[in-house]
């Protein structure tokens, strides 16, 4: 019920508009306030750093499953883990290896087959995003081609999948303040849009009468001078904002806005959001209120939580097969799974269809 007001923040977005980018806010009073904040904290940004900064507007990337297509922003985005999760499993159920899901009791939260796949796919996922995710500008990024090549995937896939024992795993790497909103009208088009200064409040530093908290995306590099993404000048960091569309393949009309906001739990969200909207045929706020799993670092090492709701037998299973879990993740630790927000569109007749997560605040609405 409170009445909040940010005047300054009105401020700065008012000299933005009026003024534009270069002079009302980087090369602007909000631009010396956040290099002043930086500089008091030891920090090395400088105006000039500000104002060579650039906005790259990249091609979408996407990989099909069944007859849609999941697209994504490219690296320096951490959406290639979703991507290739999806491909592996597709190659899983192409090949027998798993069973294929037909219905909502052969998703994830009462299936042991399908858990386990897809736990294990977005392991592999991962495995890739922190090999080769990075500023695609530098020297050492992978093509977005080699990165979604779909025998590639498949490949390995079938070669390090075991149906009856979780084998995917390696070294765990060392989340979010995000949100997003879905936006389709009536002609079909749509908006997918996250927004997020990483960590809760970003750095938690204030720019003197700007009435925002700065981001801390610098987080995001690998202090590995070898790796592709070392941190350097003027080098964007692996990033986890991911907002998302699905299309129809044959004719690239809408399927579905999505996102599930939650650091490394995007791309997670993503690829089960569109397995029980695809494969388990289920409405958009049925997706979202399925139970989840969430690898919560981000890593093809780490321990992948199980929420409440977890068939308890399914639960039995997947400790039998030796995954690294926790289970029964409830209360206010389900923030690791994320909020995800759809709107999916009827093919036929056009009628739109909406699903908001009630793991935290926000709503279905039509205007």
């Known amino acids: 019920g409170e009445l909040f007001r940010n005047p300054e923040l009105a401020a700065v977005l ?12 980087y090369g602007g009073a909000p631009g010396r306030a956040i290099v002043e904040a930086i500089q008091k904290h030891k920090g090395k940004m400088t105006m000039d750093d500000l104002l060579q900064h650039t906005s790259t507007f990249p091609e979408a990337i996407c990989a099909k499953y069944r007859d849609t297509n999941l697209w994504q922003v490219p690296p320096n985005g951490q959406g290639i883990a979703g991507l290739v999760a999806l491909t592996g499993l597709e190659a899983l159920e192409a090949n027998g290896i798993v069973p294929t899901i037909a ?57 390090t999948f075991n149906p009856q024992k979780a084998t995917i795993c390696g070294e765990a790497v060392p989340t979010s303040g995000t949100v997003s909103f879905q936006v ?19 750095t938690g530093l204030v720019p003197e ?26 080098k964007r960091p692996f990033h986890t904002i991911i907002p998302g569309i699905l299309t129809h393949s044959d004719t690239g009309e809408l399927y579905a806005s999505i996102s599930n906001m939650g650091g490394y739990m995007q791309p997670q969200g993503h ?4 397995v029980a909207l695809v494969a388990g045929n289920v409405d958009p706020q ?34 039998a097969m030796e995954h690294n879990y926790q289970s ?3 209360n206010y630790a389900r923030s690791v799974f994320g909020r995800a ?3 999916k569109r009827d093919r036929s007749t056009g009628v739109l269809w909406a699903g908001s997560d009630g793991r935290a605040d926000g709503c279905a609405l039509g205007w």
């Open 341 to 343: 927000q759809i709107i």
């Open 209 to 234: 009468g700007c009435g925002f908290t700065m981001q801390n995306r610098g987080f995001g590099f690998d202090l590995d001078p070898s790796h592709p993404n070392a941190l350097e000048p003027k």
């Open 286 to 319: 049925r997706a979202v209120d399925l139970p989840r799993f969430c690898i919560a670092d981000g890593t093809r090492g780490g321990v992948v939580m199980l929420e409440e709701g977890f068939d308890d037998d399914v639960v039995k299973k997947l400790s």
């Open 328 to 330: 029964g993740v409830g």
């Open 14 to 25: 008012r000299s933005l508009g009026k003024h534009g980018a270069k002079d009302g806010f």
């Open 184 to 202: 389709v009208d009536g002609h079909g088009n749509a908006v997918s849009f996250v927004n997020s200064n990483f960590c809760g409040f970003g």
């Open 271 to 274: 690829a089960l959001l569109t």
């Open 103 to 159: 219905g909502e009791a052969d998703l994830a939260p009462n299936s042991v087959p399908t858990a386990h796949a897809m736990i294990e796919m977005m392991r592999l996922g991962f495995a890739d995003a922190r090999a080769f995710v990075c500023d695609p500008q530098f020297k050492g990024s992978k093509s977005n081609e080699w990165l979604l090549d779909k025998e590639r995937i498949s490949k390995r896939a079938l070669r």
